[in-house]
Nanobody
Framework: VQLQASGGGLVQAGGSLTLSCATS????????MGWFRQAPGKERAFVAA????????DYADSVKGRFTISRDNAKNTVYLQMNSLKPEDTAVYYC????????????????????WGQGTLVTVSS
């Protein structure tokens, strides 16, 4: 299973970006998908997750109301719409796939994700 994240870049505070994570191999529709981020000198942190069919989502408190995770199973792609960006959102964003979840489940624990993309850098200037 390969994951390819894209969409990062430099944006001013208050701006928006949409990240994409395209997958190949495996069965995308049976993966719980998640976004995590890692800022310099910090551990990888949960951002958002979405269940197989997209009915259930979960968000870190720091991004609730600003970020939206979604997926298109026909395109094997998961998205992260990020609005009202803040300088503290600056990080490398990683998408992950968990193939041990069950229907409707989501996970905020990065060790449950078996597959990872290469990361895409988001920089928010003040």
């Amino acid at each position: 299973v390969q994951l390819q994240a894209s969409g990062g870049g430099l944006v001013q505070a208050g701006g928006s970006l949409t990240l994409s994570c395209a997958t190949s191999g495996g069965t995308f529709g049976s993966y719980v998908m998640g976004w995590f981020r890692q800022a310099p000198g910090k551990e990888r942190a949960f951002v958002a997750a979405i269940s197989w069919a997209g009915r259930n989502t979960d968000y870190a408190d720091s991004v609730k109301g600003r970020f939206t995770i979604s997926r298109d199973n026909a395109k094997n792609t998961v998205y992260l719409q990020m609005n009202s960006l803040k300088p503290e959102d600056t990080a490398v964003y990683y998408c992950g796939a968990d193939d041990n979840g069950v229907s409707g489940s989501v996970s905020m624990f990065f060790r449950q994700y078996e597959y990872w993309g290469q990361g895409t850098l988001v920089t928010v200037s003040s």
